[in-house]
Structure formats: structure tokens, C-alpha cells
């Protein structure tokens, strides 16, 4: 916000450049609490540089409500800059950083660049975050291989044709050298400015041009109804032997790959009248190269598109051809079962398994729990994180779980920290750790996970459910609902929440529509549940649907 003053002689202040700003250099934070023509003084240093993705300066002078707003000044009266509530993941609200006071640590934007844009809101014109729609990835906070993980359907990254597994080396005239890098390059961007970034795509350089949006488009998941196969666990995988090493240094496009799929009940595809199981061989006139197609941004399926379909018939192995109108996913959980999953598989008889289960320390965190069916062939398991496990006994989660986890291909982790406390929103590292454990010794689906956990724990759940992290997870939530704080700038396109919470209390049934209602604004898929089936069950089926397409 801009305000006019008139009327009155200013003397206006000395703005202290960015490129004069010191670490160690005194700092005087100002603001007005008692009396007006006295002003509260807090004396401290500037103690860091770029900060906050290099949109602030870091001083341990005692910054707090009182003095937000109010001016950080040296000793000759020279403005530093401008006093405000910031943290990594606060997003700039009054209560931004508060965890912080009294330790040394407060924020304040530059003067300099509060003049810069001071001169473009002398234009008329609001000033809001730019936004790319872009989740990129790497193997450490610190590493330079930063590559693209996630785009958003219909965002300005999509449109200037960015693909998933890019690596970013440039934004601007920044390299890229952390994982932050290009957040330090957009946070001085606004809706409406472009900022050209080079990728790395097949060992070639490619430059593209962002034009940064205000709000990302709001899209609905499509669903098609048709469900992918997931590659098989093998015992004893062979490595081929490789004839040519040359062909390691030229190699080949990958050859076209049907994928065989199976039709959902009632579903668009169904509806359609494409038959129980069949070979998918193109989606929009594009060959299919196996699974791997379907991480493609392109074949990503949005509501209310067209889709044109290229299959062959299981009778007569005639290709033929269908437009398809995906639908949006069913607004209450349907009763799926597990042959979907399975196919022609022999399904085990319930209660005929009993689950394996391992605990593995995790060096410097805790450890892992891993439950996980008996069976080790089939369709790659689905891991369910619980975040929430230490309020019941392992015993009571085997026989709720048992059955399913061999028939759903589920796995069931238990996060444990070294002092068997309760997980925290600090806890995600080893979240983290016990996806990759699931991954690397039981071959886990890592595109599947699902969090389980109650009201204490959302905070923890909601870094992986709002694409906050290198891995992204649908959400049941067992008690308490998602605030509209925490949607703020997430866009849940493609992702999915469960909310469990049954209470009778007015005021918290209300509090639920509002987040069942927001959250679905937001872009997520959230079903309806059946207070009259094992929740267990309904989460099961649940996950069906989580690798439909």
C-alpha cells in the first residue's frame, strides 16, 4: 500500500544502499508503543545478509508486533530498512517470525528496494507475488543438480513449455546453486514481470521465458477411470548385458510401449464403453513409450478436456480410436475392490497372510516400522505413513490392517523418533527417511504415499500434502480439519485429503464444510466418507483410486 502525505515539510530520510549494508554494522530498531512522541528503541546488529530468499536483512535487535512497520536505522540515522514480520514459511503474516522474538533473530525488508517498488505503485497499479508454478527437486538443500519435479497444469511454466525432469542452471543472471536459488531470484519479481531461465534438457542447453502470473489457474483433476499397472516387484532382477558400450554415448528414442490397463465400474472410460481390460497404445495421437508416458505434464488429465484414445481390442487386436471426455473423480468413496489392483492375479484369502514386520534405526533420527505383506510378487505395495501411531499398539494396527495390505498392496510405516515422542512439524526428515527405507528394501511405490494422521500432527502431514517437499502425499486426516491459513498459495490439483473427523458439535461441523469447501476450491480431490464402513476399508479403496488415471 501506497499513502499520499500533504501539508507538511518533510525531511526525508538517508536510504542506505544494499551494496553498504554490513553484517556487524550497529542497528537501531524504531516503533511507537507508549507514549506517541516517544518512540520504543531496541539496539542490536546487523547480523545476516539475504535472508529469507534474499528478500531481507537479519538483525538481533528485538523485533516484534510493537515495532513492525517502524524503521531499522545506523547510528548516523541512515534507514536500513523497514521492520516486518517474515519467516521461511510464514508467507508475510502478522504473526510471521513471532516464534523467533526474544531470540535474536528479526527481519527487515532493504530501504532500497522498498524505494523500488514504492515507484512502480506511484503507477496506480497493486503489486502482487509473481508465481511460475514450479516444484523443483535435488539431492540436498546445497546441491546444484536442481531439476523440475512437478508442473503445474496450466501455469506459466507449462506454457513456456518447461518439462518434468529439466535441471534449472540459470534464472536471470543468478546460477543456480541450491535448491532456493530460484526462489531468492522470483521473490523480487511481481505479477506480470518475466524472468528468462536456461535448462539443462538431454545434455542441451535450452532458455525459456517465464511471464509470472498472480494466481495459478485453479483446475480439477480429470479422471478417466482406467487403471495404470504398476511395475512388478522382481526377486532377482537380470542386467543385460550391454553388446555396444557406444550405444551408451548415442542413445536411441525410446520405442512405442502399450500399456495394458483395466476399466474402473462406471467410470468416463466405462461409460464409454471401453472394455474390462486392454492395450492403451496412444493418448492425443502421442505413442505411448510404456509408464513413463504418464509422468508426462500432457497427459495429465484435467476435467471437462477432451481426450483422443488410440486402444486395441483384446478380441480382435484391431486398433481402434475414442474421444474421451474425462469426468471429475466421485464426490463420495465408492466400494472399490482390490481386483482391480490385481488383475488376473491370484488373490490371497482374507486373513490367510500375517503382515512381516521390520524396525530399522535411522542414523542421528529415530527409526522405521515397516509392516508389510507377506506376499513379495504383484504390483509394487503403497506406502501409508502414520504419523499419528503412538496413541494405539502395533497389535491393534495388525489386526485393523492385516487383510487389507496383501489384497490393497499397501505397506503401513511407523516413524519413530529416538525418544519415542510424539512426531512434530520438525519431524519430516525422518518422514523422508522411512519413504526412501520403503523404497530401497521393499521396492515401495514412492509416487503413492499416503500420511495418516490426526489433528497434532497436521502441520507435519501438510509440508508433504502442499508440496512443500521433494515428495508430495495425499492426506487422511483422523481428526481436525485443514485451515484456510495453511491453503494459502497451494494449489492441490492432482493431490487428495480425507477428512475423518465425525464430530456432533455445531461449531466444529461447521468448521469442517468450511475446509471440506475450501479445500476443493483449492483443487483437491475430497471425497465424501461412510460413517457405516471400517475406515480402514474406505481408505483401502481409497487408494484405488489414488493410481487411477
Request: hydrophobic content about 40%.
Amino acid at each position: 500500500m501506497l499513502l499520499q502525505a500533504e501539508g507538511a515539510d518533510w525531511n526525508p530520510a538517508t536510504v542506505v544502499p544494499r551494496d553498504q549494508l554490513q553484517v556487524g554494522q550497529h542497528a537501531l530498531a524504531l516503533g511507537r508503543f507508549y507514549e506517541s512522541s516517544v518512540p520504543s528503541v531496541s539496539s542490536g546488529i546487523v547480523s545476516a545478509l539475504n535472508r529469507i530468499h534474499g528478500r531481507a536483512l537479519q538483525t538481533d535487535a528485538k523485533i516484534s508486533p510493537v515495532n513492525y512497520g517502524g524503521p531499522l536505522i545506523d547510528l548516523a540515522g541512515g534507514v536500513l530498512g523497514i521492520l516486518v514480520p517474515l519467516s521461511p514459511r510464514g508467507r508475510g503474516n502478522p504473526s510471521s517470525g513471532i516464534e523467533w522474538y526474544d531470540s535474536g533473530i528479526g527481519f527487515a525488508v532493504p530501504m532500497s528496494d522498498v524505494v523500488a517498488v514504492a515507484e512502480k505503485l506511484t503507477t496506480g497499479k497493486d503489486l502482487r507475488p509473481g508465481l511460475a508454478g514450479l516444484q523443483l527437486t535435488a539431492p540436498g538443500p546445497f546441491s546444484e543438480k536442481v531439476s523440475v519435479q512437478r508442473i503445474h497444469p496450466g501455469s506459466p511454466a507449462q506454457t513456456a513449455g518447461i518439462r518434468v525432469g529439466d535441471r534449472l542452471l540459470q534464472a536471470a543472471d543468478l546460477r543456480i546453486q541450491r535448491l532456493s536459488s530460484l526462489e531468492e531470484v522470483l521473490a523480487s519479481r511481481y505479477a506480470g514481470d518475466s524472468v528468462e531461465l536456461t535448462l539443462e534438457r538431454d545434455g542441451q542447453p535450452v532458455k525459456v521465458q517465464l511471464q509470472l502470473v498472480e494466481q495459478l489457474p485453479t483446475l480439477q483433476r480429470g479422471y478417466a477411470g482406467l487403471i495404470l499397472p504398476a511395475a512388478s516387484v522382481t526377486p532377482n532382477p537380470v542386467v543385460p548385458a550391454i553388446a555396444d558400450p557406444q550405444a551408451l554415448l548415442n542413445p536411441q528414442p525410446a520405442p512405442a510401449v502399450p500399456v495394458s490397463v483395466q476399466t474402473i465400474p462406471d467410470s468416463p472410460a466405462a461409460r464409454a464403453g471401453l472394455p474390462t481390460t486392454f492395450e492403451l497404445t496412444a493418448v492425443n495421437n502421442k505413442p505411448l513409450k510404456g509408464l513413463r508416458s504418464f509422468q508426462e505434464p500432457d497427459l495429465q488429465l484435467l476435467a471437462d478436456s477432451e481426450v483422443d484414445l488410440k486402444w486395441r481390442d483384446p478380441q480382435t487386436g484391431e486398433e481402434r480410436s475414442l474421444k474421451l471426455n474425462p469426468g471429475v473423480f466421485p464426490p463420495a468413496l465408492p466400494a472399490t475392490g482390490p481386483a482391480l489392483l490385481n488383475g488376473a492375479e491370484p488373490q490371497p484369502a482374507p486373513g490367510s497372510q500375517t503382515p512381516s514386520r521390520e524396525e530399522v534405526p535411522i542414523e542421528g533420527l529415530g527409526s522405521c516400522v515397516m509392516i508389510s505383506p507377506a506376499q513379495s510378487s504383484g504390483r509394487r505395495v503403497a506406502p501409508i505413513v502414520l504419523l499419528s501411531a503412538d496413541t494405539q499398539s502395533e497389535a491393534d494396527l495388525v489386526e485393523r490392517w492385516g487383510p487389507l495390505l496383501a489384497e490393497y498392496r499397501l505397506m503401513l510405516l511407523i516413524p519413530r523418533t529416538t525418544g519415542r515422542t510424539s512426531l512434530t512439524a520438525d519431524d519430516a526428515p525422518i518422514v523422508l527417511a522411512c519413504l526412501q527405507l520403503a523404497a530401497s528394501k521393499y521396492n515401495a511405490d514412492s509416487a503413492t504415499p499416503i500420511l495418516l494422521a490426526a489433528a497434532p500432527q497436521t502441520e507435519l502431514a501438510w509440508q508433504f500434502t502442499s508440496g512443500n517437499s521433494r515428495v508430495t502425499a495425499d492426506l487422511v486426516l483422523q481428526t481436525g480439519w485443514i485451515s484456510d491459513f495453511l491453503l494459502q498459495e497451494v494449489n492441490g490439483t492432482g493431490q487428495s485429503v480425507l477428512l475423518l473427523e465425525n464430530s456432533q458439535k455445531p461449531e466444529s461441523r461447521l468448521l469442517l464444510d468450511r475446509s471440506r469447501t475450501s479445500l476443493s476450491k483449492a483443487g483437491f480431490w475430497v471425497p465424501a466418507v461412510s460413517q457405516e464402513r471400517p475406515v480402514e476399508q474406505q481408505i483401502a479403496a481409497w487408494s484405488v483410486l489414488l493410481r487411477a488415471w
